[in-house]
């Protein structure tokens, strides 16, 4: 199916974005602005853009301790996200969440999450309650390949497997649990072999290439919403950054295997062909990054200057 | 005494009883050639090798679970979860195998397993990576609690939970991996159950566990310096088994009482710490004033700074606590 121009630069433009927010966060990190840590999805972003792009403002996602791409890419506010992040009061989650724990209910971000692997039975049970209320609504839970050696992996797919619910289960095999090459946590080599396990279809694709990614989240989300169940589809990507600021990314992985990957750079490639195929010029993509860094300097200035919130606030909302 | 950091002390431990026995060996998530996740595990996996430094996948329940099948057949394991607070992760593994093993099969066999994890907010890492999760494990009979609150300790426990014949948990203060302190010359362990007077004094007797040690230290010796106030500093360095007998001493001699715990202040272990000073010791008789606890006010770990701060007990909180009992 050929996608629309503004399908594909609906895209391009979320994965600038996520590009840039996450250069501000390593910046601002840097220079101490942001507490705690921050895992970034530099070298990722067609992963999250390819598989939103087919989701509407009422299905749902999980995601993970990496997860400021899957936010913005279901549609997230730059500048309540990058608040957040500062841990001020206007932030998603009024500075009581941060990096690791950002939502947003009413774009469907049932949110990030600090356990590795603790989004697969949530995403789970929201496949369960669209089939239960009747509704068309499909969830698509975001987890890494280490995550997928959690024993709650194996019981969320065999649940939505059993129950034939509508979850597509997004596996970013960046290769990587921090500092373990999958190679020493899994002997297989790709993580959508375990679909067979559970009797439900699985698909390898290129997580650089976004219209790769979009074309196999396509299938899967359609079969999804027509009750046709949940799919395991594996992204085949990689993080260019350490995983997390501050870890250079270098005990564990050669200079040349990161510079082979920043070769695939999913921005780089997907505007490189829109431009050849006369979608945009270079001049526009050029004026639209422009556009993109301004926002996240905007968002970065929003959230410099949000106020802190009050000590005491940290003892309001535990119960409704 | 030598200085070293309290990660250091830790990896010492490590290092000297692998080196001791050979049954001795280490999992966890990236503790190989990445040094664990704090990096206080640097070198091991260079003299003891792949065999005896293990990374695993990401599978706390398989960690655990395999430390215990482990240590049920010959095996001296130490497993490593990276932060008390995926100890969730591993639940049944934890109350339900390694804490009932032995009493439940009626004694037959011993289960020499130690869980290092890590304990303790201050750095903004939000609900799910700050917790002080030790009084759960405390509350299920069955699995020794090790809170070291010293680098001599952190060693010395450390140590000493390897050699043991039961299971131990040893929960390491992650915000003091990094700090300085002074550790004996040559080689010494330090029995688990005696807790550890770390300061003598005759106005108050401040129960402090893990990094409150350090924290209440320094307001004591603040306190006497200033305005003559002598705190006596208590440290149980091991939670269970509790030497009770060296607090209930020592709130006898002094007659009031601060317990400040990291952990939740609801059914926390200064919780447990008053009970036994009250229904063991027999307080109502001899104190002078109510007693005070300091531990995490009672919501998640909040992720901004002002927010944490709040919440988590800090030496401005103790010294709060003190002034009140002492005014009372
Ligand atoms: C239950 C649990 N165990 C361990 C960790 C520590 N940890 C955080 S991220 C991570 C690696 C995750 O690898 P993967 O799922 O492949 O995601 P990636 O970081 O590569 O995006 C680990 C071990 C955690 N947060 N939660």
Redesign the pocket.
Same mark, same amino acid.
């Given at each position: 199916m050929e996608l629309s121009k503004e399908k594909k630069l609906w895209m391009l433009e979320r994965m600038l974005q996520i590009r840039r927010f996450e250069e501000q966060v390593y910046d601002c990190f840097l220079k101490n602005k942001i507490p705690g840590f921050a %895992?970034l999805y530099i070298g990722e972003e067609a992963v999250a853009v390819g598989a939103c792009a087919n989701l509407r403002e009422d299905d749902f996602i999980t995601s993970? %301790?990496?997860g400021h791409g899957h936010l913005l890419a279901k549609g997230a506010d730059p500048d309540r996200a990058m608040a957040e992040i500062f841990g001020r009061r206007t932030g998603y989650c009024l500075g009581r969440g941060g990096t690791m724990h950002i939502a947003d209910f009413s774009l469907g971000i049932l949110g990030a999450n600090? !356990?590795?692997?603790?989004g697969l039975p949530i995403s789970v049970g929201a496949g369960w309650s669209a089939k239960y209320r009747g509704t068309d609504q499909v969830t698509v839970c975001f987890?890494?390949?280490?995550?997928?050696n959690?024993g709650a992996f194996h019981e969320s797919v065999n649940l939505a497997s059993v129950w034939n619910l509508p979850v597509i289960f997004v596996c *970013?095999n960046?290769q990587?649990? !921090?500092s373990v090459h999958q190679s020493r946590h899994q002997k297989i080599k790709d993580v959508a072999v375990r679909a067979k396990a559970y009797d439900i279809p699985g698909v390898i694709v290129d997580g650089m290439d976004v219209l790769a990614v979009y074309e196999a989240c396509r299938e899967a989300v359609e079969r999804a919403r027509q009750g046709g169940g949940p799919t395991i589809v594996e992204c085949k990507t990689y993080?260019f950054m350490g995983?997390h600021v501050g870890d250079p990314g270098t005990v564990y992985r050669d200079k040349e295997e990161v510079e082979a990957w920043k070769e695939k750079c999913p921005i780089k490639c997907f505007a490189d062909k829109l431009i050849a195929e006369g979608v945009m010029t270079a001049a526009e993509f050029e004026a639209l990054d422009k556009r993109v860094t301004e926002q996240m300097l905007a968002a970065v200035k929003f959230a410099e200057e949000s106020p802190w919130p009050e000590p005491e606030e940290a003892m309001e909302g535990l119960y409704v | 005494m030598r200085e070293v950091t309290y990660g250091e002390a830790v990896r010492e431990a490590l290092a000297e009883e692998m080196r001791r026995d050979k049954m001795v060996a280490l999992i966890g *998530?990236?503790v190989g050639p990445y040094g664990g996740?704090f990096g206080i595990l640097k070198g091991l996996w260079e003299e003891f090798g792949e065999e005896r430094v293990r990374d695993t996948p !990401?599978s706390?329940v398989a960690i655990v679970g395999a430390g215990l099948g482990a240590a049920l057949t010959g095996m001296r394991p130490v497993v490593e979860i990276?932060?008390c607070d995926?100890m969730g992760?591993a639940g049944d593994q934890l109350l339900n195998q390694v804490a009932k093993i032995r009493y439940m099969f009626g004694g037959q066999v011993e289960v020499p397993l130690t869980i290092r994890t890590t304990l303790g907010g201050g750095r903004s890492s939000a609900a799910?990576?700050s917790q002080s999760l030790h009084a759960i494990i405390c509350h299920v009979p069955g699995i020794k609690v090790v809170v070291p609150g010293t680098h001599e300790d952190a060693k010395g426990l450390l140590k000493a939970a390897i050699r043991d014949n039961n299971p131990v948990m040893v929960f390491e203060h992650k915000m003091m991996y990094n700090k300085k302190g002074f550790i004996p010359e040559g080689e010494y362990v330090t029995p688990l159950g005696q807790a550890a007077v770390r300061r003598e004094g005759k106005d108050l007797t401040i129960v402090a566990i893990s990094s409150m040690v350090y924290e209440s230290m320094a307001l004591a010796e603040e306190l006497s310096a200033k305005e003559g106030i002598e705190i006596e500093v208590v440290d149980p360095r091991t939670l269970v088994p509790l030497d009770e007998e060296t607090i209930i001493n020592s709130v006898r001699k002094t007659g009031r009482l601060v317990v400040a715990d990291e952990g939740h202040e609801t059914c926390g272990f200064a919780a447990e710490i008053i009970r036994r000073v009250v229904k063991v010791g027999g307080a109502f008789d001899y104190l002078d004033a109510p007693i005070e606890v300091v531990g995490t006010r009672d919501v998640p770990l909040p992720f901004s700074p002002p927010l944490e701060n709040y919440v988590i007990p800090s030496k401005a909180r103790i010294e709060e606590a003190v002034r009140k009992v002492l005014g009372y």
């Amino acid at each position: 199916m050929e996608l629309s121009k503004e399908k594909k630069l609906w895209m391009l433009e979320r994965m600038l974005q996520i590009r840039r927010f996450e250069e501000q966060v390593y910046d601002c990190f840097l220079k101490n602005k942001i507490p705690g840590f921050a %895992h970034l999805y530099i070298g990722e972003e067609a992963v999250a853009v390819g598989a939103c792009a087919n989701l509407r403002e009422d299905d749902f996602i999980t995601s993970t %301790h990496r997860g400021h791409g899957h936010l913005l890419a279901k549609g997230a506010d730059p500048d309540r996200a990058m608040a957040e992040i500062f841990g001020r009061r206007t932030g998603y989650c009024l500075g009581r969440g941060g990096t690791m724990h950002i939502a947003d209910f009413s774009l469907g971000i049932l949110g990030a999450n600090g !356990i590795v692997g603790g989004g697969l039975p949530i995403s789970v049970g929201a496949g369960w309650s669209a089939k239960y209320r009747g509704t068309d609504q499909v969830t698509v839970c975001f987890f890494g390949d280490g995550a997928s050696n959690q024993g709650a992996f194996h019981e969320s797919v065999n649940l939505a497997s059993v129950w034939n619910l509508p979850v597509i289960f997004v596996c *970013e095999n960046n290769q990587f649990g !921090i500092s373990v090459h999958q190679s020493r946590h899994q002997k297989i080599k790709d993580v959508a072999v375990r679909a067979k396990a559970y009797d439900i279809p699985g698909v390898i694709v290129d997580g650089m290439d976004v219209l790769a990614v979009y074309e196999a989240c396509r299938e899967a989300v359609e079969r999804a919403r027509q009750g046709g169940g949940p799919t395991i589809v594996e992204c085949k990507t990689y993080r260019f950054m350490g995983h997390h600021v501050g870890d250079p990314g270098t005990v564990y992985r050669d200079k040349e295997e990161v510079e082979a990957w920043k070769e695939k750079c999913p921005i780089k490639c997907f505007a490189d062909k829109l431009i050849a195929e006369g979608v945009m010029t270079a001049a526009e993509f050029e004026a639209l990054d422009k556009r993109v860094t301004e926002q996240m300097l905007a968002a970065v200035k929003f959230a410099e200057e949000s106020p802190w919130p009050e000590p005491e606030e940290a003892m309001e909302g535990l119960y409704v | 005494m030598r200085e070293v950091t309290y990660g250091e002390a830790v990896r010492e431990a490590l290092a000297e009883e692998m080196r001791r026995d050979k049954m001795v060996a280490l999992i966890g *998530e990236d503790v190989g050639p990445y040094g664990g996740n704090f990096g206080i595990l640097k070198g091991l996996w260079e003299e003891f090798g792949e065999e005896r430094v293990r990374d695993t996948p !990401i599978s706390e329940v398989a960690i655990v679970g395999a430390g215990l099948g482990a240590a049920l057949t010959g095996m001296r394991p130490v497993v490593e979860i990276m932060f008390c607070d995926f100890m969730g992760v591993a639940g049944d593994q934890l109350l339900n195998q390694v804490a009932k093993i032995r009493y439940m099969f009626g004694g037959q066999v011993e289960v020499p397993l130690t869980i290092r994890t890590t304990l303790g907010g201050g750095r903004s890492s939000a609900a799910q990576h700050s917790q002080s999760l030790h009084a759960i494990i405390c509350h299920v009979p069955g699995i020794k609690v090790v809170v070291p609150g010293t680098h001599e300790d952190a060693k010395g426990l450390l140590k000493a939970a390897i050699r043991d014949n039961n299971p131990v948990m040893v929960f390491e203060h992650k915000m003091m991996y990094n700090k300085k302190g002074f550790i004996p010359e040559g080689e010494y362990v330090t029995p688990l159950g005696q807790a550890a007077v770390r300061r003598e004094g005759k106005d108050l007797t401040i129960v402090a566990i893990s990094s409150m040690v350090y924290e209440s230290m320094a307001l004591a010796e603040e306190l006497s310096a200033k305005e003559g106030i002598e705190i006596e500093v208590v440290d149980p360095r091991t939670l269970v088994p509790l030497d009770e007998e060296t607090i209930i001493n020592s709130v006898r001699k002094t007659g009031r009482l601060v317990v400040a715990d990291e952990g939740h202040e609801t059914c926390g272990f200064a919780a447990e710490i008053i009970r036994r000073v009250v229904k063991v010791g027999g307080a109502f008789d001899y104190l002078d004033a109510p007693i005070e606890v300091v531990g995490t006010r009672d919501v998640p770990l909040p992720f901004s700074p002002p927010l944490e701060n709040y919440v988590i007990p800090s030496k401005a909180r103790i010294e709060e606590a003190v002034r009140k009992v002492l005014g009372y």
